[in-house]
């Protein structure tokens, strides 16, 4: 058996610019599908913390300043001709009281979506000023909740 012989071959020559183009759409697909979100470990939690030194006392570690908000539910009741405001199901005597709790909130450091759900019943002004009220004080995400309408046809 006879090998062919390396004589009269020209040098292979290795083109670069298609190998950087794939990379180049590489580094952009991913890019446009990556999530930028904040990673889980920066945010506050009570896992977060750092651990305690070998041989402390876990009793001696205070505990956390406040409990965590996932979202934060403002209901709006119609009760005796009048609007009653309900932080996470906890009555607020005024719309003032509920703008202190909301700024607590914010000054702990965490920005939790609010979700405004009035009854019916209740007039939208009622409504218009818990929204102004979340969104002067700094929320970015407020929003209605929606009633699902058993009148609609299945299907829309």
Known sequence: MRLPSGHGREPLELKMTPMID???LLLVFF?????????????PSA????PLAAG????LQPPPASEPFDEIIVRI???????TLLFNDQPQPSLDALRQRLQ????V???????????????????IRVYDTARSLGFDRVLFAARAD???PPGN
């Open 22 to 24: 794939v990379v180049f």
């Open 31 to 43: 890019l446009w599908t990556s999530s930028f979100e904040e990673p889980e470990f920066l945010m």
């Open 47 to 50: 896992i977060a913390d750092p």
């Open 56 to 59: 402390a006392d876990a009793t």
């Open 77 to 83: 009741q119609w009760t005796s001709g009048a609007a």
């Open 104 to 107: 607590a909130i914010l000054d």
């Open 109 to 127: 450091g965490v920005l939790p979506p609010v979700i405004v759900d009035p009854d019916p019943e209740v007039p939208m002004g009622d409504a």
């Open 150 to 152: 058993d009148s609609a």
